[in-house]
C-alpha cells in the first residue's frame, strides 16, 4: 500500500473511532434517561421525626417551669442577648471573639468538609467515565486462541469508559440524604460552639469586673478598719483606751488585708481566659476590659420564651435530631446493599501494534448493561441489624439531649431565681450594718459604748458587704449561664446559612466585616495603650 492510501486509511480509521464514541455515548445518555424517570424505588425508612419521640411530650412543649417568677419574662430570647446589658466594651470583645476564636475556626472548618462531604455524595449519582492506555510487550497463549503458536510482540490500547449507575434501590439516593443530614448536624455543632464561646466571653468578663468591684469593696472595709485601728491608738494615747483594743483592731484589719490577693487572683485568671478566646496575649486586652470596675447589669427582666421555642432554637437539640435522620437514612443505605448493582456502560478504543493505533483494523467499542450482585451471606443483614442498632441509640440521644435542655433551663432559671433573693436580703443587711456600725462607732467615739462592740459592728459591716458583693457575682454569673441554657446567640451569624452552599466569606466566616472591625478595634486599643 502506497503512502497516500495509508493514510486515507488511517483517517477513514479515525473518523470511524469518533463516530463511534459519539454513538456510544449517546447510546449511553439515551437509555439512562430513558431509565431514570422509572429508577425503582427507595428502600429502607423515610424519615420523619418519631412520635414517641421525647420532643413532641406535652411536658416538653409546656412553659418553663418558673417563667412566672418577676425576674423573667416569657418574650422571645433576643438573637443578640449580650446586647441587653448595654455595654460597649463588652459588645466589642463579643465581636472580636467570633472573628478570632480558634474553637469557631475549628468548626467552621468541619463544616467546609461536611460540605464537601455532601457534594461527593451527590456527584455519584450520575455518570462515571475514564480513560486509559497502555503499551505492553505481550505473549499471548496460543491455546487461548486454539493455535500451537503465537509470536510475542509489542501492543498498545487506548481508550474510554463511560457508565450510568442505575439507582434502582435507592442507594445513592439515601446515601446523598445521610451526608446532608450529617452536614445539619455538623452546622447545628457551629452554631453551639458559637454560642459557648459567646456565652464564655461575657462570663470571663464579668467575673473581670466582679472581681475588681469586690476589691474595692475589700479595700474599703480596709480603710474602714484602719480608721477604727486610728481611733483606738488615739484613745489610748489619751488615757481612754487599752492595748488589747488595739490588738483586736490590727487583728480584723489584717484579716481583711489577707482576702485582697484573692480578689487580684480572680481578676487575673479572668483577664487570661478572656485572652485566650480572643486569641490574644493578655497584655493586648482592651484596657477598658482590664480596667472595668463596675458590674454590668440587665436593667429589665431575662427573656426566656417557652418549652417549645426552648427546643426548637437550642443547636444541640437540632444537632441531636439530624444525627437521628443521618442514622435512619443510613438504614436505606445498608438495605440497598442487598439488592443487585445495575449500570449502563459503553467502552471504545483501539487495541493493536502502536503503528496501527487509530486504524479501522484497531477499533473496538461495546454496549450494554452490567448486573453485579454480591449475595447477601457475607454479613451484609447484619449492617441493616447494625444500622437499625443505631438509629435506635440516635433516637435515645435525641431524648436524653431533650431532657437534658430542660434540666439545664430549668436549674438555671432556679439558681438565677434563688441566688438573686439572696442577693437582696444580703443587700437589705448590709444597709442595716452599716447603720448599726455608724451608730455604735458614735457612741463609742462619746464613751458610752465599748471597742469591743464598735468592733463587732465593723466586723460585722465588712463580712456582709463582702458577702452581699459575693452574691451580687454570683447572680451576674447565673445570667450568663441562663442564657446559655436558653440557647440563644447564633442566629446573627445564619441568616442565610440554613441555605445550601454556604461560602466561606459568608457571615459564617470570621473573615469580612466582624474581622475588620475587629481589626481596626487592636489598633486602637494598642494606640490607647501606647498613650497611656
Known amino acids: 500500500m502506497n503512502a497516500g492510501g495509508a493514510h486515507r486509511h488511517t483517517q477513514a480509521g479515525r473518523a470511524f473511532a469518533r463516530a463511534l464514541t459519539v454513538r456510544a455515548v449517546w447510546v449511553v445518555l439515551c437509555v439512562a434517561l430513558c431509565v431514570a424517570p422509572f429508577a425503582g424505588c427507595t428502600v429502607g425508612p423515610n424519615y420523619s421525626l418519631p412520635k414517641d419521640a421525647l420532643v413532641n411530650a406535652k411536658f416538653a412543649n409546656a412553659p418553663i417551669d418558673g417563667a412566672s417568677d418577676p425576674l423573667v419574662t416569657q418574650q422571645p430570647v433576643p438573637p443578640n442577648w449580650w446586647r441587653l446589658y448595654d455595654d460597649p466594651v463588652l459588645n466589642s ?23 464537601a462531604e455532601v457534594q461527593f455524595a451527590r456527584e455519584q449519582d450520575g455518570f462515571s467515565g475514564d480513560v486509559e492506555s497502555s503499551v505492553q510487550y505481550t505473549q499471548l497463549s496460543p491455546q487461548q486462541f486454539l493455535t500451537n503458536k503465537i509470536t510475542p510482540g509489542t501492543f498498545a490500547d487506548i481508550g474510554f469508559n463511560v457508565s450510568y449507575e442505575l439507582d ?47 476589691l474595692a469593696i475589700a479595700q474599703h472595709s480596709l480603710a474602714l478598719e484602719r480608721e477604727r485601728v486610728d ?39 479572668a483577664q487570661y ?36 421555642a426552648l427546643l426548637k432554637r437550642r443547636p444541640d437539640v437540632r444537632e441531636a435530631e439530624r444525627k437521628l435522620a443521618a442514622s435512619t437514612a443510613n438504614i436505606g443505605v445498608a438495605t440497598a446493599a442487598l439488592y443487585p448493582t445495575i449500570s449502563i456502560g459503553a467502552s471504545a478504543g483501539f487495541t493493536g501494534f502502536p503503528k496501527d493505533i487509530g486504524t479501522a483494523e484497531t477499533a473496538r467499542y461495546s454496549i450494554g448493561p452490567l448486573i453485579s450482585w454480591v449475595f447477601p451471606v457475607n454479613g451484609q443483614r447484619a449492617k441493616v441489624h447494625q444500622a437499625e442498632a443505631l438509629t435506635a441509640a440516635s433516637l435515645a440521644h435525641f431524648d436524653s439531649v431533650v431532657l437534658n435542655a430542660l ?47 464598735d468592733l463587732d459592728a465593723t466586723r460585722t459591716l465588712t463580712s456582709v458587704d463582702a458577702q452581699a458583693a459575693a452574691a451580687r457575682s454570683i447572680v451576674a454569673v447565673d445570667r450568663v ?50 498613650r497611656e
Do not use: M
Not at 470583645?93 to 460540605?115: C, F, G, P, T, Y
Not at 481612754?240 to 487572683?265: K, M
Not at 451569624?493 to 452552599?501: I, L, N, W
Not at 461560602?503 to 481589626?519: D, N, V
Open 93 to 115: 470583645l463579643v465581636e472580636d471573639a467570633l472573628a478570632e476564636n480558634r474553637d469557631l475556626k475549628v468548626a467552621l472548618a468541619n463544616l467546609a468538609a461536611s460540605r
Open 273 to 308: 481566659r478572656l485572652a485566650t478566646l480572643l486569641a490574644r496575649a493578655p497584655e493586648d486586652l482592651p484596657v477598658d476590659a482590664k480596667n472595668c470596675t463596675k458590674l454590668p447589669q440587665i436593667g429589665q427582666p431575662v427573656p426566656v420564651g417557652d418549652g417549645a
Open 481 to 530: 449561664n441562663l442564657f446559655l441554657a436558653l440557647g440563644g446567640g447564633w442566629e446573627e451569624a445564619a441568616p442565610e446559612g440554613r441555605q445550601e452552599g454556604v461560602q466561606e466569606g459568608s457571615l459564617r466566616s470570621p473573615k469580612g466585616a466582624a474581622q475588620q472591625a475587629a481589626q481596626k478595634r487592636r489598633q486602637e486599643n494598642a494606640a490607647q495603650s501606647a
Open 407 to 453: 434540666r439545664e433551663t430549668q436549674s438555671a432559671l432556679a439558681t438565677y431565681s434563688e441566688d438573686t433573693a439572696r442577693w437582696q436580703a444580703l443587700q437589705t443587711a448590709a444597709q442595716s450594718a452599716q447603720k448599726s456600725a455608724d451608730e455604735t462607732h458614735q457612741l463609742y467615739l462619746s464613751g458610752r459604748e465599748s471597742f469591743i462592740s
Open 168 to 214: 434502582l434501590f435507592g442507594k445513592l439516593r439515601r446515601g446523598v440524604e445521610a451526608a446532608k443530614a450529617d452536614d445539619d448536624s455538623v452546622e447545628a455543632a457551629l452554631d453551639l460552639a458559637r454560642i459557648t464561646v459567646v456565652a464564655d466571653v461575657v462570663r470571663s468578663y464579668v467575673e473581670n469586673c466582679a472581681a475588681a468591684e469586690e
Open 231 to 269: 481611733v483606738s491608738r488615739r484613745l489610748l494615747q489619751a488615757g481612754r483606751g487599752n492595748q488589747p483594743d488595739v490588738t483586736r483592731g490590727l487583728t480584723q484589719q489584717d484579716t481583711i488585708s489577707a482576702e485582697i490577693p484573692r480578689f487580684l487572683l480572680r481578676q487575673r485568671v
